[in-house]
């Protein structure tokens, strides 16, 4: 199954509207913002909103900025992102500039006997009302779309968290209050079942950016090897410092290295002690996860690299970790650093306690 990436964009007011109550369209974001989102847009394989924001916006949604075209033809790419919507009720204006605008292929996901004539060669019938959105995943990706932008809207971006199945969300925060119940949220009821982690905040103009990632959820491997590195910090040499554990392990089982903070010399960290033990270019390391029982330090004291550096020097693709390092002795930013470079973060803070308890002798640190 190949799924497109999914990154889902909105804005918002401050109170958590898409638009208002009135019938035109409220303008939540500034020049810098819809820069940003044609941006987006160009490195799309397709647009998908649903068929609310067809009817209520009638969006083009075509990439604006003739470089970034441009780009994308030199790219070997088409210039315009394919246009996909979706409907249940096939109630789509075959007049819609979703169907009248630009030359890029366009999809109508429908139920069976909704499609309207005047749509063209559009519309895909799907076999379902509601069409179902991991079956229009999985035929985009048949489709070849590797990267969906989702522009909304409420409905829409509600459905797709709520079945988990968002990696990524940018949202846009206006300075403008609507305070009209009878307005779209952002978010409608839904289970919401990913926690997103946040990976960037961002002033842009008036507007507030914040980006985030759905955070991925441990295996029962993953919990496994973690209380290992749990265990491995309790042979720690006493010590002023935080007490970690770390073990690194392939997805088979095996156990690639292992280490505990003051392993070696009383300076070295857990991470750094369990990689010493592998060449940083072991090939084993693209497929491994870093196990550690508190979050890689961002900066320290004791060595010029921190555990964050040391583990993007190698192909590590995730890290898993029971508790985030309270910023008792430098701004903790390992998460931060590694979701930034790419990294799998997985926390699974249901064992923090335990890694708070090895750590007692810390000051504020509580189990
Ligand atoms: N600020 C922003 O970033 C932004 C962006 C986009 C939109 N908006 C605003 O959002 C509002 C529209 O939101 P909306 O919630 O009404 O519409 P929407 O999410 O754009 O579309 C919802 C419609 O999609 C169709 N649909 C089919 N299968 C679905 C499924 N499995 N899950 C969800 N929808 C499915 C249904 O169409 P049928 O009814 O045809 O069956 C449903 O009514 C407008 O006010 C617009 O201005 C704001
Ligand atoms: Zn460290």
Redesign the pocket.
């Known amino acids: 199954m190949n799924r497109p990436h999914v990154l889902l964009s909105a804005a918002q007011s401050l109170d958590g509207y898409l638009d208002d109550a009135s019938g035109t369209r409220l303008l939540l974001s500034n020049e810098d913002d819809f820069a940003e989102v044609d941006r987006l847009r160009a490195e799309a394989d397709a647009i998908l909103v649903g068929a609310g924001t067809v009817r209520a916006d009638n969006p083009r949604l075509l990439v604006r900025s003739p470089e970034l075209r441009q780009a994308r033809i030199a790219a070997g790419r088409p210039e315009q992102p394919m246009k996909v919507t979706v409907t249940g009720s096939g109630k789509l204006d075959p007049e819609s500039r979703f169907f009248t605008v630009g030359d890029a292929p366009k999809l109508v996901y429908t139920a069976p006997g909704t499609a309207a004539d005047g749509w063209g060669t559009a519309a895909t019938v799907v076999d379902s009302a509601p069409p179902r959105l991991e079956h229009i995943l999985d035929d985009l990706g048949k489709r070849g779309v590797q990267k969906l932008l989702v522009e909304g809207g409420s409905a829409v971006h509600t459905a797709l968290l709520d079945a988990g199945l968002a990696d990524e969300l940018r949202l846009a925060i206006a300075p403008i209050v609507v305070g009209d119940p009878r307005a779209p949220r952002f978010l409608g009821t839904g289970a919401f079942p990913r926690p997103l982690a946040l990976t960037e905040a961002r002033r842009l103009g008036d507007v507030v950016v914040l980006h985030y990632r759905a955070a991925a959820e441990p295996s029962s491997l993953d919990v496994l090897r973690l209380r290992q590195a749990i265990e491995l910090a309790g042979q720690c040499p006493p010590s002023s410092t935080f007490r ?1 554990g770390a073990v690194i392990g392939l997805p088979d089982g095996t156990v690639l290295a292992t280490g505990h ?1 003051g392993e070696g010399d009383p300076r070295n ?4 002690a369990a990689l010493a033990k592998l060449e940083p270019g072991d090939p084993r390391l693209a497929a491994a996860t870093m196990y550690s029982s508190l979050e ?2 961002s900066a ?1 004291a004791s ?1 010029p690299k ?3 550096q ?1 583990i993007l020097e190698t192909a590590i693709p995730r890290v898993v970790m029971a508790w985030r390092e309270p910023s008792l002795f430098v701004e903790a930013e390992g998460v931060e650093q590694l979701l930034a470079a790419g990294r799998q973060v997985i926390e699974v803070p249901a064992l923090g306690a335990d890694v708070r308890r090895a750590n007692t002798h810390l000051p504020g640190v509580r189990p």
């Open positions: 970690v903070s960290h857990a991470e750094e890689p330090c320290r060595h921190s555990c964050t040391l």
